[in-house]
């Protein structure tokens, strides 16, 4: 074996997975096809709940200063994100270029092989690995491994060669999105509509200016090169009467709204993640976002099946989990583009919506539908109400330290907090020692009203979902860790 584990594909799911990996010491190889990175950024900012996940590794200080914001929208709707209390606000403008840069420095620090120029031409598996054929800067080669993750966007060859099955439907207009220097427009963060079209208008540092334009009516286009500047400047002047043809192109791209996902998320020992495993309209800026969160789901459990520590069918529920949610974003981005980019036969429902999102009730479905907040998983049932939802971030007074939630999660283990010093409920974790952090603290200034109220235990996953929750769980401790985190160490 090359490695225990190859991810095709260095953007923003391919370096989050590898980090994953090499947090529980896991041999992996990730191949690029690019030499370097274009410094173009087809993602701006992140959501809510990937600052959560940066922040759960303690990454976010890397990104600097951040200016964040609760305002959001859902499809050119504007809608008040701060309604979700003790979340983080979103990123509104770290481009995609900054986040690889400060991931890709991370996963390195961490030990990972990043080759990049190295193009996957194969992948093929038998009962005990995956070949992948690779050309790069020493030629053509074959590499081994037990695993292989296509995180190599929606192009995907790994999706192809294993022959995924990718049903869906096929783009019916194309969006220009470009980086423009030297353009002094007013800012139209979450868009504008016009008789024959809609525009974004986003400042970004250094003085360039972000535009999106969709002219209504335009038919997609195949294309293998990036449509020109003029072609940008022509359309904008269709669509709002401006003449931009004095900025400075700094890069320019187009993008459609096919809608695609695989039936299947895991095909034996070749798994896909992000973009490669589902494609869609990029409303809210969600799919960057939604990649980071399918890895971050796999890496932990793709790291105990590769140590021997759990059994293979932990795999399965990276599907189980992460396929619904993928299907729940097709449907919002669908949505999302029929509001904002239909005619003025769709006004009548734009017009309601705005009526009904002032509602608390909506505007937090929606909020938590667009972040990302309002995912949660089945973990075996019971009637505590962070099961399966994300660990909030509460203070923790030890007998001599205080941490935060958060901060316990950075090196990418389980955690058991035992809240009310049980030293019975630590003896029953103690064979999942080597896997699980067992932390005895007082959870600080929790509230009557919060769900961790009178809560005396909580067992975290790797990823800051809530596995088992005392009281209020079906399953007993040791159930809950041997699903999530294999049989003990005396089994």
Request: glycine residues 12%; aromatic residues 6%.
């Amino acid at each position: 074996m090359d490695a225990a584990v190859i991810v095709v594909g260095a953007g923003p799911a391919g370096l989050i997975l590898a980090g994953e990996l090499r947090l529980a010491g896991i041999d992996v190889v990730v191949l690029e096809r690019l030499a370097k990175p274009t410094g173009e950024s087809r993602g701006l900012g992140f959501t809510a709940r990937t600052m959560e996940v940066f922040d759960q590794r303690g990454l976010l200080p890397r990104f600097g200063d951040v200016e964040t914001s609760n305002a959001g929208h859902f499809g050119g709707l504007p809608v008040d994100f701060g309604v979700l209390e003790g979340a983080h606000q979103a990123a509104k403008t770290v481009p995609q270029s900054q986040t690889e840069a400060v991931l890709e420095a991370w996963v390195k620090e961490l030990g990972t092989d990043l080759r990049r120029g190295c193009e996957v031409l194969s992948v093929t598996q038998d009962d005990d690995g995956v070949e992948v054929g690779v050309r790069g800067p020493e030629g053509e080669q074959l590499l081994r491994a037990a695993y292989v993750v296509g995180c190599d966007g929606g192009r995907s060859l790994v999706r192809k060669a294993a022959g995924f099955d990718f049903p869906g439907t096929a783009a019916t207009l194309e969006m220009f999105l470009a980086d423009v220097k030297g353009l002094d427009l007013p800012p139209r963060m979450i868009g504008e509509t016009f008789p024959d079209g809609m525009v974004m208008v986003g400042p970004l540092p250094g003085g360039v200016t972000r535009l999106i334009l969709c002219e209504r009516g335009t038919p997609p286009q195949r294309r293998t090169t990036a449509p020109s500047y003029e072609e940008v400047v022509a359309g904008w002047k269709r669509v709002t009467g401006q003449d931009i043809s004095h900025g400075e192109p700094v890069w320019v791209s187009s993008f459609g709204d096919a809608t695609r996902q695989v039936t299947e998320y895991r095909k034996d020992r070749i798994i896909l993640a992000g973009d490669a495993a589902h494609i869609h309209l990029p409303a809210g800026g969600q799919g960057m976002n939604t990649s980071i969160q399918d890895t971050m789901n796999l890496g932990w459990k793709l790291a105990a099946v590769v140590r021997g520590r759990a059994p293979e069918a932990l795999l399965d529920t990276y599907h189980g989990e992460r396929h619904p949610v993928g299907q729940r974003l097709l449907m919002n981005t669908r949505a999302q583009g029929l509001l904002f980019l239909s005619g003025p036969e769709m006004q009548p429902l734009r017009d309601v919506l705005s009526e009904l999102i002032p509602y608390e009730v909506v505007s937090r479905h929606l909020a938590g539908m667009v972040t990302g907040l309002e995912i949660h998983y089945d973990v075996g049932g019971g009637t505590h109400p962070l099961l399966g939802h994300r660990m909030p971030r509460i203070e923790l007074v030890g007998e001599n330290s205080k941490v935060s939630s958060t901060e316990l999660l950075h090196a990418g283990r389980g955690i058991l907090l035992d809240l009310e010093d049980n030293p019975v409920l630590r003896r029953r974790a103690a064979g999942w020692a080597d896997r699980v952090d067992i932390v005895t603290a007082a959870p600080h200034g929790i509230a009557p009203g919060s769900p961790l109220f009178g809560t005396a235990a909580v067992l975290v996953r790797p990823d800051g979902h809530i596995a088992w929750a005392a009281p209020g769980s079906h399953q007993d401790l040791p159930t809950s860790l041997e699903r999530w985190f294999g049989p003990h160490q005396w089994a």
